[in-house]
């Protein structure tokens, strides 16, 4: 039996934290969901058919007295038949971190979850024959999941462009597991053993209003060397990611949501003329190119970024992408297709449906929940995931005898009212949801450990939204309470996994004092009055603190002679 997606995403943090360092993981998704195209189509084509799976990751700690949520952070995963997308919607801390009493050196806890729980992602995502891209935008602000946690004192927020280095820091790990050309030679240290060869992996970044040599200087020191194998660089993808290179500039660029530069793009669109009118004697149908009048390149619209107020307001923004590419096996849309209409067979179908699921951990952990919950009543409680009762199976009208069935019903075709306790069943698009279309895979070893639909998944993060962390008591009313709320949506007495880190952790002390370098007073050597710059001595009578006066020889003064007489005067 394959591990679970807990079981997996425990063992993998627990490899990576710090030895003896103890955290709670809530880790919560929704099914694949259609949803609106990510990328623009030409004028009068159908939008590519895309799918979103939402993931989020809770980070908790236990202090003496309380449970505080000390990191979360959000990943959107949008499918379609040619690509994977992850995007990193949000990431925010509480500033709690501090009661775990880390040593001073110890590498950020926070940054090694973050790249832990991507990576798990990605290569749990990836499709043999596809391409998948890791996308992000860095934008410094105060708090995006936690209200009231920039009151934290203990909070550290990042400048702009200290986020954007820890966000190239956190992805960096990712892309050194691959190399960044089919050609590129294993390297001499440990990890070699680690390189997966199957996949290229490469980095990009843009920060708009930045040059290349500016950008250049938020990579990783070690890629700052252009002797190195470029595995950033200081452009984007989108151009290679589109469904043609020949494709107009607004088909290339993704939208996502909260995203800076997709407003830019809603606002360009109105640019574009009227849609071609529906009756088709009509003179004004014409099909027009799809293309903006005042862009005409990615590198114009990175441009025209700049000077947009997210981006001009003093602060940095940066765009990020990661790109796996299958070394060898990446094929056409047309082969895609033929590939892809095997999934779609009753049989492949039922041996995906065979294999377990944690929708089935929690059937088997649901139990009545007593106590009721601030949003315990509302609509969020109707969405269980519990198996429907089974019914038997149905006759064949031939083989009814009419004699058989009772009078009433045969007058009467209206149901009969229900009787006894109703039951809450399963909705049909999660309990009835295939493994793998041509449109999206979803793993069962890799779903979260509660699953909720869409819309109730929207609802319980919303209510984070509406809680307080500004200090420690509040907090930790905040965090049980947002736990326990969930627990009542997903019908599950208990969630959460404990992760105990197993990694020795070498602490590295940035001490300001130990860096500045003390040199002997016998190794000082003061240079005396009397010596020049070569060292010779003079005299010490010639040297005099008074400013020497040069005064001129009275042979160098030349007077103005005197005139006897001006013309015309004696006339």
Excluded at 521 to 533: C, P, Q, Y
């Amino acid at each position: 039996m394959p591990a679970t997606g807990p079981s997996m995403l425990v063992s993998r943090l627990a490899d990576a934290l710090p030895l003896n360092v103890h955290f709670d993981i809530h880790h919560l998704s929704s099914p694949p969901t259609s949803c609106p195209a990510i990328y623009s189509v030409l004028p009068e084509e159908d939008p590519e058919k895309t799918f979103r799976e939402s993931h989020f990751l809770s980070v908790t700690i236990k202090s003496a007295e309380h449970q505080f949520q000390v990191f979360a952070l959000e990943v959107l995963i949008y499918t379609t038949e040619r690509l994977t997308t992850l995007f990193v919607s949000k990431a925010d801390s509480t500033g709690y971190l501090h009661h775990l009493g880390l040593p001073k050196g110890t590498p950020s806890p926070l940054k090694t979850i973050s790249t832990t729980f991507i990576t798990f992602l990605i290569e749990t995502r990836r499709r043999p024959d596809r391409k998948l891209v890791l996308s992000l935008f860095a934008r410094a602000q105060d708090q995006y999941l936690f209200p009231g946690s920039i009151e934290n004192r203990h909070k550290h927020v990042l400048d702009d462009r200290g986020l954007v280095k820890w966000w190239c820091q956190v992805v960096d790990p990712i892309l050194q597991r691959h190399p960044c050309t089919d050609e590129e030679p294993k390297p001499e240290t440990g990890l070699a053993n680690a390189i997966d060869s199957s996949y290229t992996a490469r980095g990009f970044l843009r920060v708009p209003g930045c040059d290349s040599h500016e950008i250049t200087s938020f990579f990783p020191k070690r890629f700052q060397k252009p002797s190195l194998p470029r595995k950033w660089l200081p452009a984007d993808p989108l151009r290679d990611l589109g469904r043609s290179p020949n494709l107009p500039e607004r088909c290339l660029i993704p939208r996502f949501p909260d995203d800076p530069k997709a407003r830019f793009v809603d606002e360009l669109d109105a640019e574009l003329p009227e849609p071609p009118s529906q009756n088709p004697k009509s003179p004004s149908k014409t099909r027009h190119p799809g293309r903006w009048k005042s862009v005409r390149s990615l590198e114009q619209f990175w441009e025209m970024m700049a000077f947009r107020q997210e981006c001009s307001s003093g602060r940095l923004v940066g765009f990020l992408w990661g790109v796996f590419t299958p070394v060898g096996r990446l094929r056409g849309p047309d082969e895609i297709k033929r590939l892809n209409s095997s999934l779609d067979s009753p049989l492949a179908q039922r041996n995906l449906s065979a294999l377990p699921t944690p929708i089935q951990t929690q059937e088997q952990k649901k139990s009545s929940i007593e106590s009721q919950s601030p949003i315990g009543s509302s609509p969020l409680a109707e969405a269980s995931l519990t198996s429907p009762p089974t019914s038997p199976t149905p006759t064949p009208k031939a083989l009814v005898n009419s004699s058989s069935v009772p009078s009433s019903r045969m007058k009467s075709p209206r149901k009969q009212p229900a009787k006894g306790p109703v039951t809450s069943q399963e909705p049909r698009t999660m309990r009835a949801q295939p493994a793998k279309t041509r449109y999206y895979f979803w793993p069962p070893f890799a779903r979260g450990e509660v699953i909720l639909r869409e819309k109730d998944y929207q609802r319980v993060n919303n209510l984070l939204l509406h809680l307080d962390y500004a200090n420690e008591e509040i907090a930790a009313k905040s965090t049980k309470r947002w736990i326990d709320d969930v627990a009542v949506v997903g019908r599950v007495e208990k969630w959460g996994h404990t992760v105990e880190g197993q990694k020795q952790i070498v602490t590295v002390t940035d001490d300001v004092e130990s860096s500045v370098v003390m040199l002997n007073t016998g190794l000082v050597r003061k240079k005396r009055k009397g010596d020049d710059i070569n060292g010779s001595a003079e005299p010490a009578s010639t040297y005099s603190e008074e400013p020497a006066v040069n005064v001129l020889s009275v042979g160098l003064i030349r007077k103005k002679a005197k005139i006897a007489g001006k013309p015309g005067k004696d006339l």
